[in-house]
């Protein structure tokens, strides 16, 4: 091996070991000693990068990349072979995305910068859809000619799939927020542009959608301004401490007049995915006429039990300072508690021992962290049964920055636990049931990729189950099937409809025996499908008896046409014979008739008893 310079390349964790150990000179880069001196600054900036840098160099584009850009490469993918290779070599399944936007920096000069694009790459042992946001600069040689291109990039996968998560969360809150009963809107932006207005929040303001959506709510009604709204809104927005007022007068237009109404209304803070504040949501009550009439008023209460009830949410209000605690009645029910004095060590002595320092820590990460506060426990309810609670909650902070009080829900998740270990409790007994079966039994995710075999299927194949999803499945089928097998499974998982498939499988001898697959799609209650569930029968024996049947009733098909044949003819031979026959004995029949009739009208009294007899019978 060629003597390479210790000095270089300079640290770089793991990479720059390989570097190092690498033996440059069966490359078409050559030995070290030999590279250019731009080549070896760009990788010692490469390599002493915290941020993940990748760089393509020369004419078949090598490949060289840092510590920070290896765990993009995953696991079983292409770490650490492509070092030193060449692009196109090493990355075949992409090269077809990222060749032109090379050729266009290496040609035209010019950097490019891609945020969230989608460029799927083999690793983890199969092609995986990755996110990146990466650029592409010129790199230049010692005779500064571009030689290479120089990729800064940051996978983000991860934020891709988090931003469609929470685009789909916005719009199912959108669609609440539309029906619910109450007046709900939220504002945007520390100019609190409208972006939510439900229809009851637009008869609470007396304004139309195209006068307040997409603008600033104090604009838009600016009878607000002289208020004091746009302190409470600032305060909220700027603490995160949630406002709530009842019957508090406003004064808003309707129909041309100011007038005074009385509203219960509540500010509560809204998070970005990095937990700032980004918003404000409002919900609010029209409430004047309980402030003018006291049956009203106590009609309207009993609504808003009703509503709190139908929740089936527990809420409270713990004071740190005062120790008081603010219970709701679905609270008490769901720890079997009653009375009206009920203080926090009543409801502590109800949780579950065991569960005691949980609930500790939980407190513990909610002072430290954000403020939010979630947890779940066992509680001993007076009914002698062990229930499961899940608690949630905000704490809020004094002008000393300490714990004042905590908000919050209690919510019965007894039933989820139940019901989730009869899930885990069902997959057993599948999974138990599906070894049992001399069947191939198999389930895929909804996009169709296989991710449980039962025993049947390794006890056939020989494979183990870590060689089956190393090989992947199709190492089974038969190579003449394959291509027509993943047409017919493809286009059941685009469709939605059932799998049915017959082809051969590998046996671990090497012999091959046909299978009749089938696979349905496994649907939620919104339609759509959760998984496949599969099954592949041997029909090898019934198929080779099919065959030979055929081949039997083709052999006794030709046998039965060729006796109609030979009776057809031998029923025209016979037809002939019978004319034939009747023609020759008509005229001798008729002469006997003839003669027979003349002797027994002229000589029948000439002849003896016998004769008569004779004529008689004939």
């Known amino acids: 091996m060629a003597d390479q310079s210790a000095a270089f390349p300079i640290g770089g964790g793991e990479m720059g070991q390989l570097i190092r150990e690498k033996d440059w000179g069966e490359t078409i880069l050559g030995p070290i000693d030999s590279w250019q001196q731009s080549l070896k ?8 990068s915290k941020f993940p840098k990748f760089l393509w160099w020369g004419s078949e584009l090598t490949c060289f990349y ?62 995986e859809d990755v996110y990146w946001t990466f650029s592409y600069s010129p790199v230049r040689d010692d005779s500064t000619q571009i030689a290479g291109v120089l990729v800064t990039c940051v996978e983000t996968t991860s934020e891709v799939l988090l931003k469609r998560k929470l685009e789909d969360s916005e719009r199912k809150l959108r669609l609440i927020i539309q029906q619910a009963p109450a007046s709900i809107a939220t504002f945007k932006g520390s100019d609190y542009i409208t972006d939510i207005a439900n229809a009851n929040a637009l008869s609470l303001w007396g304004k139309t959608a195209d006068e307040v959506m997409n603008k600033p709510i104090l604009e838009a009604m600016p009878e607000l301004k002289d208020q004091g709204i ?25 129909d041309g ?30 409430v004047t006429e309980q402030v003018l009439a006291h049956k009203k008023i106590e009609a309207n209460e009993e609504k808003l039990t009703m509503v709190i009830d139908a929740s089936e949410l527990g809420t409270y209000d713990y004071n740190f300072k005062t120790n008081s605690l603010d219970s709701s009645i679905r609270l008490q029910d769901i720890f079997g508690l009653e009375g009206n004095q009920l203080r926090q060590k009543d409801f502590l002595s109800k949780i579950h021992p065991k569960d005691m320092e949980l609930r500790k820590k939980a407190f513990e990460n909610a002072f430290s962290g954000d403020g939010n506060l979630h947890y779940t426990c066992r509680i ?81 194949s ?23 097998n993943l047409k017919a499974w493809n286009n059941s998982i685009q469709s939605g409809k059932d799998f049915l498939f017959e082809h051969r499988f590998r046996k671990y001898d090497g012999s091959y025996r046909w299978q009749l697959s089938r696979a349905r ?25 099919t065959n030979e049947l055929e081949h039997l009733v083709v052999e006794r098909t030709e046998e039965l046409a060729q006796k109609v044949k030979d009776l057809a003819s031998m029923n025209k031979e016979l037809q002939s014979f019978a004319y034939i026959s009747s023609h020759d004995l008509q005229e001798p029949l008729r002469k006997i008739q003839t003669f027979s009739s003349l002797l027994l009208e002229h000589e029948y009294d000439n002849l003896t008893d016998d004769g008569k007899e004779y004529f008689k019978r004939m």
């Open 380 to 460: 001993l309810h007076s009914s002698s049964r062990i229930k499961w609670i899940e608690v949630k909650g905000r704490v809020h902070l004094d002008e000393q920055n300490k714990p004042h009080k905590v908000l919050g829900t209690v919510r019965d998740i007894t039933e989820d636990r139940i019901n989730r270990q009869k899930l885990e409790d069902s997959e057993q007994k599948f999974r138990l049931l599906a070894n049992s079966l001399p069947q191939h039994i198999w389930t895929a995710d909804p996009q169709g990729k296989l991710n449980y075999f039962n025993q049947s299927v390794y006890e056939f």
């Open 41 to 48: 600054t760009t990788i010692n900036i490469l390599l002493a």
């Open 66 to 127: 840092n510590d920070a850009y290896r765990p993009s490469l995953g696991d079983q993918g292409k770490h650490p072979n492509i070092l030193g290779k060449g692009g196109e070599e090493s990355w075949p399944e992409i090269w077809h995305i990222i060749k032109p936007l090379m050729d266009q920096v290496l040609e035209h000069e010019e950097s490019l910068f891609f945020e969230n694009l989608l460029v799927p790459i083999y690793r983890n042992g199969h092609i």
């Open 462 to 484: 020989g494979f183990t189950p870590g060689q089956l999803d190393q090989e992947g499945w199709l190492a089974i089928v038969h190579p003449d099937d394959r291509e027509e």
């Open 257 to 286: 007049i100011l007038k005074t109404l009385y509203i219960n209304f509540s500010y509560e803070a809204l998070y970005d995915t990095s937990s700032k504040i980004d918003g404000i949501i409002t919900i609010g009550h029209d």
């Open 521 to 545: 799609p496994q649907l939620n209650q919104d339609g759509d499908i959760q998984m496949w569930v599969g099954s592949s029968t041997d029909i090898h024996d019934q198929k080779e008896f």
């Open 230 to 254: 746009k302190e409470l809104l600032d305060d909220v927005y700027n603490t995160g401490k949630r406002f709530a007022a009842s019957e508090m007068p406003v004064q808003l237009i309707r």
